[in-house]
């Protein structure tokens, strides 16, 4: 058998192939750093417009490698208790009462204070111990022993501090907790963060991550994406969402429709039996592919130019 001249671009091919078996349409960008971030063992940062697939690429990796995913939802206000570990108190509360109890008779007999401490100083110090830990997202993908996928989901929903708190785990795949000292991954987690682009990610995180964008998808990458998560829908009616959703993206609205919600529309047009797409199919599915009744409004105000230039007459179903 002969070798390939270039195995990383067989490398890349394969994760194209593996992609497209599970139904997530990706490209030879998407494919590169993948195979980048596992090679350098890198974060990877994926930022973009809501809904174009960046969590789903997380999944569809994880799925890929036959990994765990373990997913950390960011929020304004979230802190290391909710993303890393916090004390099991109530736990520990118990413990104390057992203590107490068994004091008694550790200290029975004890004629001096040195005596006593010396038997305080062969009780097993367990209150700070790992079995009254309670691990959180970042910890559980530190310590999986077969390895995992992390995403950060919307890292840009987080706060500047709990950026800054990322850095040691994305640099360097550890954590220090006081009680218990260094943590570090056996095997390195692969990392995914991303973001919808609602603030600036700093610097420093920057630093430590791949980057990749992933837009809007041109119209034939929108059809595939339809075809393959949408395979009963007719290849006519199909090419019609794609061109119609395409022109509304051109308007000014104040929130495009995303993919997924052009995955809905198609689905919705598959429970629905459409047969043809007319006016008042659209008018009445309008709120499925856009969320804010200004935009609504400013579609159905332009819906015969639209269906025009995409070749869905107003007044006559297309076939």
Known sequence: MTKSKNPA???IEAILSGYEKLGYVSDEQIATALFLAQKLEKPLLVEGPPGVGKTELAKATAEYLGLDMIRLQCYEG???SK???EWQYGKQLLYTQVLKEKLGDVMQGATSLDES???LGGFEDVFFS???LQTRPLLQALKSENGTVLLIDEIDKSDDEFEAFLLEILSDYQISIPELGTVKAKVPPLVFLTSNNTREIGDALKRRC???YIPF???ARENSILQARVPELDATLRGHIVDFVQAVRDMDLKKPPAVSETIDWARTVVLLN???LDSEFVKNTLNVLLKFKSDIENVEAELARLMRETQMTPDTPIQ
């Open 117 to 119: 401490m010396s038997r």
């Open 274 to 276: 459409m047969a043809v």
């Open 130 to 132: 790992e079995q009254f």
């Open 83 to 85: 993303a890393l570990y």
């Open 9 to 11: 671009r067989d490398a």
């Open 78 to 80: 979230l802190d290391e």
């Open 217 to 219: 998808p041109d119209a």
């Open 210 to 212: 791949l980057h990749l």
